[in-house]
């Protein structure tokens, strides 16, 4: 074959030893097959192919090859069929080309679904695939092509797929016609176009009124009837077509059935009343949870998003829309009150295991399982059970701490929750925690009940709670610090569901990010230490122990002892940009800074009165290394300065340095929390220009520096970069250090 020459194919032909030739002629392959034994027909492929089909077998080894050709870089592919297999000896192998960076490949159809594409392994450039049909789950292995129409197929669609190819015909083309079961190319008489369903179709209900049978006075939708008849009068107009193709004819036939099955009764005239109950008890049912169980409401949620669908379906029938009023009634009727399921628990036979150890009590995170355990006595050093699973088993049982206390062990021991996974049968009650851990100090995952329970402990996420999930409760609770993390929330951490009942915290919220938690009776109670607290505590107990006075002045669940109230001096900041002061004179209070400040971190100067600064050593003891506060000596500026990485609340203790002649001794603690302002206006500059919102064009490997101001009472500032969290939409162009420098 000269490589530039037209040919048309007289007769089938089976090849054996073929060298594949570079073609940039045309092939007419008169619907007749070539059989393949080897390599592909052809190497490059740059002209035109039609009307052939393939089969037989490919077995070159030599990379990615099509059954047709190794590359296609222009010419069209048109009409023709591929059926050859390979034996699994090429890189990639598709069922017409393996390599396409130019051309067109149309009207064709591959039942190959061997190798790794039906049409081509890989395409590229300007290559267009259109109106193509393939059984391998690909058209192509790897890249893009123009084009549309293109299917993949199975057996089954053949007859439609025959159809749909011959609606594509072009003159002096060969028709599709089945062939062993397969539509191929092979006949030159076009076929013939049966009427006989679509007319058989359209006599059905060529009569056809609007008007719903065997429902006096119900009509279709005016949406769904227009439909209907413009289906039908189309389906007429193909009838009376007699150069209607038989694709057209099956589509007309398709659009028609479509319109019959689309037809919707429009019952709102006549279901008048039911939906009038409908609507009148959807507006009965409760939008909020509030002090409903989550199980219950979300069963009435359920019913009235069901019942507003019903509503807006015209054809929804009495019997539908009664079937819903009498759902939604009854999930209204079951609504529970949360209160009512909760108290405290004893087991049935009186009989309690004891718990006398950490080892002990930190089996029930580890191990899980059910049971009622009681603590013996307090808890010390306790470290807990932590594993990085996401399936840790979890504790269903109750433990009750009988007044007791667990007291964590050292920051350096990291000390994880009383109970890792709290499940939704599982009760911790009259239990109070001490200490220091940067977990929550009670659970960590909450599905179960926590009533009558304490915190005194320096926590970072969540005062009680990492996670408190559907169906949880915390019920008569209290917890005295706020957690050091920002946004970590007095109580829980993340609210994902249940509910909080007659629970108190120190200061801003209780949960750090509430989802779907409800917050009810309860409230921020600065003044933990007054009278007034401990009867709110014990005006709700839940059938808990009795709320006493402990020798700190806080409540506890252990026996009445006398609280002296200790010396406090006063505790003054100066803030380093308004130099605004604000003052405390109460422990109990919670001296509050803003997170903005300086651009290196400080924002306020603080004294105590009576004491210099150079007198003085501060701690932060819950987080002495990633406290998001800090308090410190500035020996060069000889002033105490108060330093912010985020916003959170830590408990500083200040100290009078020992001397030659009186050892180290603790002054008095007291609470600070860092705030950022609920308005500020943020900048991004770069030497001193604003890009907030603009781009910034940098020669490449160059870095720079970003610097964030914040508007503060009318003056712009810049303030610590460790502030804000730092991203880039492409690290690969933009890399942003911890430094805030960007390169």
């Keep these: 074959m000269g490589e530039e020459n037209s040919y048309t194919l007289a007769n089938d032909i089976e090849l054996s030893d073929w060298e594949s030739i570079d073609f940039a002629g045309t092939l007419g392959g008169n619907g007749h097959t070539i059989t393949l034994a080897g390599q592909p027909l052809f190497n490059e492929l740059s002209g035109n192919v039609q009307n052939l089909c393939l089969t037989g077998e490919v077995t070159d080894e030599d990379g990615i090859v099509g059954a047709l050709a190794r590359t296609q870089t222009a010419g069209t592919v048109n009409n023709c069929w591929s059926g050859a297999e390979y034996d699994w000896y090429a890189e990639l192998f598709a069922g017409f080309v393996g390599t396409m960076s130019g051309g067109t490949i149309k009207n064709c159809l591959s039942t190959c679904d061997m190798g790794d594409a039906g049409l081509v392994a890989e395409v590229s450039g300007q290559s267009a695939i259109e109106n193509c049909y393939y059984t391998h789950y690909n058209a192509v292995y790897d890249g893009e092509f123009t084009g549309s129409g293109n299917e993949s197929i199975s057996s089954s669609d053949y007859e439609r797929v025959m159809v749909q190819l011959n609606a594509a015909h072009e003159e002096r083309l060969p028709y599709w016609v089945m062939d062993e079961g397969v539509p191929k190319p092979i006949s030159s008489d076009e076929p013939e176009t049966d009427r006989t369903a679509l007319q058989e179709l359209y006599d059905s209900v060529k009569d056809m009124t609007n008007a719903v049978p065997g429902e006096e006075g119900v009509y279709y939708t005016p949406e769904s009837w227009a439909a209907f008849v413009a289906a039908r009068t189309k389906a007429n107009e193909v009838l009376e077509d007699q150069d209607a193709t038989q694709a057209a004819i099956d589509a007309a036939k398709e659009a028609l059935q479509a319109a019959i099955d689309g037809l919707t009764p429009d019952h709102s005239g006549t279901t008048v009343e039911q939906r009038k109950t409908l609507q009148e008890l959807i507006g009965k049912a409760p939008t909020e949870k509030g002090c409903y169980t989550d199980e219950s409401f979300s069963a009435v949620a359920t019913q009235v998003e069901a019942a507003e669908k019903l509503l807006a379906d015209s054809a929804a029938t009495a019997e539908q829309l009664t079937a819903q009023i009498d759902a939604l009634q009854n999930a209204i009727n079951a609504l529970k009150d949360i209160k009512s399921q909760v108290a405290v628990v004893a087991p049935p036979d009186g009989q309690w295991q004891m718990i006398s150890t950490a080892k002990e009590l930190a089996a029930l995170s580890e191990k899980g399982g059910t049971g009622y355990y009681k603590l013996a006595n307090d808890i010390t050093e306790y470290v807990g059970y932590y594993s990085f699973s996401s399936k840790d088993p979890a504790f269903n049982g109750v433990l009750d701490g009988d007044g007791h206390t667990v007291t964590f062990a050292d920051a350096d021991k990291n000390p994880n929750p009383v109970i890792n996974t709290l499940g939704s049968d599982g009760v911790i009650q009259n239990l109070g925690v001490k200490g220091s851990i940067s977990n929550p100090a009670l659970v960590n995952k909450l599905d179960g009940k926590l009533i009558n329970c304490y915190s005194w402990a320096e926590s970072h996420y969540g005062g009680l709670v990492g996670e408190m999930r559907s169906g949880s409760v915390i019920a008569n609770c209290y917890v005295n610090k706020m957690p ?30 509430n989802e779907n938690t409800s917050v009810l009776d309860s409230e921020a109670v600065a003044k933990q230490k007054e009278d007034s607290f401990r009867t709110m505590l014990n005006e709700n107990p839940y059938g808990g122990m009795t709320w006493n006075q402990s020798e700190t002045g806080l409540p506890w669940l252990g026996e009445d002892q006398e609280y002296v109230k200790p010396d406090f001096e006063t505790v003054t900041v100066t803030s380093l940009i308004t130099e605004e002061t604000t003052s405390i004179e109460d422990p109990d209070d919670v001296l509050q800074v803003s997170a903005f400040g300086k651009q290196d971190g400080g924002v306020a100067t603080l004294t105590i009165d009576g004491y210099q600064g150079d007198e003085l050593e501060w701690e932060t003891p819950s987080h002495p290394t990633n406290a998001p506060i800090m308090v410190y000596y500035d020996k060069k500026l000889q002033e ?33 929390e860092a705030k950022v302002p609920n308005n500020f206006d943020l900048k991004l500059k770069i030497d001193g220009v604003d890009y907030t919102g603009k781009t910034y064009t940098v020669p490449g490997s160059e870095g720079f520096e970003l610097v964030p101001y914040v508007s503060i009472g009318g003056q712009e500032i810049p303030v610590y970069y460790g502030l804000f969290d730092w991203d880039s939409s492409n690290s690969e162009v933009i890399h942003v250090d911890s430094d805030a420098l960007l390169n």
Excluded at 505 to 513: K, N, Y
Excluded at 645 to 653: E, L, P, Q, W
Excluded at 661 to 671: A, G
């Design 484 to 513: 050091g993390g920002s946004n970590s929330g007095g109580l829980v951490m993340t609210g994902r569901g249940g509910h909080i009942l007659n629970s108190y915290w120190p200061s801003g919220e209780a949960i750090g990010d």
């Design 640 to 672: 105490t300065k108060v330093w912010v990485r985020d916003a959170g609340t830590v408990t500083v203790t200040a100290f009078l340095k020992a001397t030659e002649n009186t050892p180290r001794k603790e002054l008095q603690s007291f609470q600070i």
